[in-house]
T-cell receptor
Framework: GEDVEQSLFLSVREGDSSVINCTYTDSSSTYLYWYKQEPGAGLQLLTYIFSNMDMKQDQRLTVLLNKKDKHLSLRIADTQTGDSAIYFCAESIRAAGNKLTFGGGTRVLVKP | NAGVTQTPKFQVLKTGQSMTLQCAQDMNHNSMYWYRQDPGMGLRLIYYSASEGTTDKGEVPNGYNVSRLNKREFSLRLESAAPSQTSVYFC???????????????FGDGTRLSIL
């Protein structure tokens, strides 16, 4: 079955690195995504990784994928107060018509 | 460039009333989706449309109907609203690549719906 899990909350000091973790269960995933949601807003695509890749870097963001353990992480370097938001991990499963399955979201609070 | 536009942004209904949520995208995307987001939860797929003229049920379709009016527009209808349908509703769209894999979904800003 499809199941994506994330920790609920992360607190980090401004300037430190944040690491948000996600586990998924379906091995036929094609893409894995990270979305950011600020209060009262929609979901903003941050980055994504193909399931045949191990790592992707995009400016302050680094995505690591461990296919063996079905573990995905998002590292935000030099975290800023503007990074405070809810972060959602999602997988696209080709066998399920490429629909997205979302985790419950990790609320990140950046303290000055 | 508007992207995905949802209307209305807010709505309050009484139990039993009907309503249609509108969604339009201007990115020439093939696929469109409707999700609901409940407090403390991720998004759950209600219905989706892989291409114009087709619609399929998602994880939580009960109590909803959809129409893919044309390539741009995908509407969600609540025929008889219930308090359990109080939620934030998001529309999304995506394009399929040459290998028929969906590229990342782009989301609208949401419709906040309260049913009393």
């Amino acid at each position: 079955g499809e199941d994506v899990e994330q920790s609920l909350f992360l607190s980090v000091r401004e300037g430190d690195s944040s690491v948000i973790n996600c586990t998924y269960t379906d091995s036929s995933s094609t893409y894995l995504y990270w979305y950011k949601q600020e209060p009262g807003a929609g979901l903003q695509l941050l980055t994504y990784i193909f399931s045949n890749m191990d790592m992707k870097q995009d400016q302050r963001l680094t995505v690591l994928l461990n296919k063996k353990d079905k573990h995905l992480s998002l590292r935000i370097a030099d975290t800023q107060t503007g990074d405070s938001a809810i972060y959602f991990c999602a997988e696209s499963i080709r066998a399920a018509g490429n629909k997205l399955t979302f985790g419950g979201g990790t609320r990140v609070l950046v303290k000055p | 460039n508007a992207g995905v536009t949802q209307t209305p942004k807010f709505q309050v209904l009484k139990t039993g009333q009907s309503m249609t949520l509108q969604c339009a995208q201007d990115m020439n995307h093939n696929s469109m989706y409707w999700y609901r987001q409940d407090p403390g939860m991720g998004l759950r797929l209600i219905y989706y449309s892989a291409s114009e003229g087709t619609t399929d049920k998602g994880e939580v379709p009960n109590g909803y109907n959809v129409s893919r009016l044309n390539k741009r527009e995908f509407s969600l209808r609540l025929e008889s609203a219930a308090p359990s349908q109080t939620s934030v509703y998001f529309c999304a769209s995506s394009v399929r690549d040459r290998e028929y894999r969906n590229q990342p979904q782009h989301f609208g800003d949401g419709t906040r719906l309260s049913i009393l």
